[in-house]
C-alpha cells in the first residue's frame, strides 16, 4: 500500500511540474523575451491579422507573387506533401504541367529554365517562402499587371531578401512581398 501511495505522489508531484508548472513558465519567457514569434509570427495591418510570416497563402492574380504549389490548397488545418517519389509518374506530369503553366503565365521561351520551387510542392504544402529566382521571374508579369516600373518590384524583392538558415540561398516571403507591393502609393 506504501507503494501506491508513494506511486500516485511521484504522478501528482511531475503532473504538477510538468504538466502545469513547466508550460506556464516557457510561456511567460516566450511572452516576454519573444512575443511576435512566441504569437505565431503574425502580420498585423490596420489592426487586423493578414496572416504569419511562417505560413504560405495562395495568391492567385496576376499583380501579386505566388508562391510554391501545395498540394493541401494551403488549408492551415493540416499540413501535408504528396509523398510522391520521383519516378511517379503522376508527379512528372503534375510537374511537367506546372511548367508549362509557367512558361505561359511569365512569358518564357521554351528553353527558359523554372526554379523547382515553383513546380515542386513543399513538405508542409504550407511553405511561405520563394527562392529569389523565381520572385525575379516573376517581376514583368506583376510590373505589367499593376502598371508600374519593374525596377520598383525589384525594389520590393531586394528589400525583403532573407537567408535560409544554414544555407546560402536567398528567399523571400511571398506574404511580405504582396503586402509591401499594395502598399505602393
Known sequence: M????NAVMVFAVFT???GVVYPVA????????FPHQANGDLIVENGAIVGSE???????GPQYFHGRP???????TTSSGSNLGPTNQKLIDEVSQRIHEIK????????????????LSSASGLEP???LDSAMIQVPRIATARGINEAEVVKIV??????????STTVVNVLKLNLALNNLK
Open 26 to 33: 516557457v510561456t511567460a519567457v516566450a511572452q516576454l523575451a
Open 70 to 76: 501545395s498540394v493541401i490548397d494551403y488549408n492551415s
Open 129 to 131: 517562402y520563394i527562392s
Open 54 to 60: 511562417l505560413v504560405g497563402q495562395n495568391f492567385t
Open 158 to 167: 531586394n528589400e525583403n531578401e532573407e537567408h535560409s538558415i544554414g544555407s
Open 104 to 119: 505561359q503565365e511569365e512569358g518564357l521561351n521554351s528553353s527558359a529554365t523554372v526554379p523547382s520551387d515553383m513546380v
Open 16 to 18: 504538477l511540474l510538468l
Open 2 to 5: 506504501k507503494t501506491l501511495k
